[in-house]
């Protein structure tokens, strides 16, 4: 228990009663498992329907495309792209409930990791105004790791260089490694942050506010669970920022297998 409690005195200054408010660590904790079930239970019941959606969505887009309606056509394209905003804020949710309850599992498999990266590259650059530039500095390695949530981590660096720069034209993504480790850096032009939030945009559900310009969608959930999958990979995640300039958020992970 957490307590806290004020006297209430007479005119005296003797004290005739105490008020007192304590705090059940023990119940807030059951909230918060609570919170963590219901968003974990919330999250997987509206995977289902979205996924089917999705399916549905895809199936008369090709129908209206191939019957040359391009009116609907693109319609269901515009469509499709908000069931896949939709799908990727539900899986952020699911994964932080995992996170939460120690249930994020991974799956490793010996991989080509440079192609990955060309992969999420031109995946990214599909739906992205902002010309994407990849460069090898030392590269040529298999890894062994997961796969599926190394490229989660990069298309969430990428995706935020792209949204925070409005006004910028490029984002640069670098890879490197030495003998132990894959490095991937993502330098952006955009809107930076400050030195004083650098540390918390790691945080969950941590947004930096107050910019009047531009309003960017979003949970704050993107860096919490890349920052987690980093940890749990053995590597580190780090941001180099200047406010108004730009932003370098790179990670490092140990090579498992040469
Ligand atoms: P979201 O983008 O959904 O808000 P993230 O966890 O990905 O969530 O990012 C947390 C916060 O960090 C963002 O709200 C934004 O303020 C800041 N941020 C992330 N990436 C960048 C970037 N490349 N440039 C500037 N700010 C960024």
Not at 105 to 122: G, I, R, S
Not at 173 to 191: F, P, W
Request: some cysteine; charged content about 25%.
């Amino acid at each position: 228990y957490l307590v806290r409690a004020m006297p209430l005195k007479d005119s005296n200054g003797n004290i005739v009663k105490w008020y007192g408010t304590n705090n059940d660590v023990h119940h807030q904790k059951e909230l918060e498992k609570q919170k963590d079930n219901f968003l974990g239970i919330a999250s997987h019941e509206l995977k289902t329907p979205v996924t089917s959606l999705k399916a549905y969505a895809q199936v008369l887009e090709s129908m209206f495309k191939r019957s040359g309606d391009f009116k609907n056509a693109d319609l269901l394209s515009k469509m499709n792209k908000q069931v896949d905003r939709l799908t990727k804020l539900i899986s952020d949710l699911l994964d932080v409930t995992k996170i939460n309850s120690g249930r994020l599992q991974f799956n490793n498999t010996e991989f080509d990791f440079n192609e990955m990266v060309e992969e999420v590259v031109e995946d990214v650059q599909r739906t992205s105004f902002r010309h994407i530039i990849k460069k090898d500095l030392h590269f040529n390695k298999m890894v062994f790791g997961d796969r599926d949530r190394i490229c989660q981590v990069i298309t969430n660096l990428l995706t935020n260089a792209v949204k925070y720069s409005p006004e910028a034209n490029q984002v640069i993504i670098y890879t490197e490694n030495d003998h132990d480790n894959v490095k991937v850096c993502v330098q952006d032009y955009g809107i930076g942050i400050s030195p004083a939030l650098q540390d918390q945009v790691f945080e969950q559900f941590y947004r930096v506010s107050g910019s009047k310009e531009h309003t960017f969608p979003g949970l704050g959930l993107g860096l919490y669970i890349s920052s987690e999958i980093v940890k749990r990979l053995g590597g580190k995640i780090w941001v180099n920022s200047v406010e108004g300039k730009g932003s370098t958020f790179g990670f490092s992970i140990p090579v498992l297998k040469d």
